[in-house]
């Protein structure tokens, strides 16, 4: 990670949910708030006991050192606090980050307090 990037870094928890059997969730505790990363990136393993089918096989990621690698995805409920959103999420293996990415920001309607490192409502949505 480059000096840049790791400025303002901080980590949150999430929990993750089967998106149709709810009662299957599971706490992932440290997450890297990174808004240059589009996806969410989960443990795979969390995610294979959840029960969570891998629905996009192979797609390319460019890492933040420039290395191309393949991963899975998949489609989880994803909470922060009392925040939550449906979204893809990566199957992240052994020794990748694991990532709240912009996206699922997005969706949670959470936006980055870069001075006081923490997650805070993004305010109104737009419309039309």
Sequence with gaps: MNEMRNMGAFYVSCRVH?????SKS???????????????????KTLE??????EKKDLPFVMANGQ???RNVGFAIVYVDNNFTIDEVVFAEEGDLLL?????????????DARLKKLVAAGPLPAA
């Design 49 to 54: 006991q959840l029960g969570i089918q891998r």
């Design 18 to 22: 089967h998106t149709v059997d709810r």
């Design 100 to 112: 709240l990415g912009a996206r699922t920001l997005e969706g949670l309607n959470l936006t980055v």
């Design 68 to 70: 191309q690698v393949t």
């Design 26 to 44: 599971a706490v992932v505790p440290k997450l890297l708030v990174d808004t240059g990363s589009e996806h969410t990136w989960l443990p795979e």
